[in-house]
């Protein structure tokens, strides 16, 4: 325990002491984001574009983290154990893309739908068996979504066969 929040510790240190516009705290054991990085990062939160969060145990993210880290492109988010995300993701201005798989989703996350500028949805290996995909067809940016390894009905299976204006990565047999 004490080797792994020394290591969370140390990459916040190089995010802060070297400037860069990104924090990698990936398979660090994380359960949450820790409250005290918010302080730590407070001066430099509006110049970190990508976080990578991946292959922890994370059953939550919280709305304060997506109101601190405002200008995030990309999030990547896969490996964990998360069910849902806050509403407070839908007001990310600048957020491209967002890496869900291997998570707990039994549900497609429809606050994504409302970010206008997410280019590319990986929520491969869930448990999501619809699509929205009127919704995610409305979305103007939209390139990629990745739902390969989720239970899919029939219905959303045949809904993926000719894909709209967006690549879709599905598991369907043909």
């Avoid at 054991?29 to 990578?52: A, Q, T, Y």
């Avoid at 280019?119 to 448990?127: A, D, K, S, T, V």
Wanted: with cysteine; hydrophobic share 40%.
């Amino acid at each position: 325990m004490a080797q792994a929040v020394a290591n969370v510790a140390r990459r916040i240190n190089e995010t802060v002491e070297e400037g860069k516009d990104n924090l990698d705290l990936s398979n660090c054991k994380l359960v949450s984001f820790p409250e005290g990085v918010f302080k730590v990062l407070r001066s430099v939160s509006e110049n970190i574009h990508f976080i990578n969060l991946a292959d922890n145990e994370m059953k939550a993210i919280s709305s304060k983290f997506f109101s601190t880290f405002t200008q995030l492109r990309e999030l990547d988010l896969k490996g964990n154990v998360l069910t849902k995300l806050p509403d407070a993701v839908g007001e990310m201005q600048h957020l491209t893309n967002i890496n869900l798989a291997n998570n707990k989703f039994s549900t497609f996350p429809l606050i994504l739908t409302e970010i206008v500028t997410l280019e590319r949805i990986n929520l491969e290996g869930n448990y999501i068996t619809e699509i929205p995909l009127e919704k995610l067809s409305a979305m103007p940016a939209l390139k990629w979504l990745n739902v390969k390894s989720n239970p899919l009905t029939t219905d959303a299976q045949l809904a993926v066969q000719p894909p709209p204006k967006f690549d879709i990565l599905s598991t369907t047999e043909a």
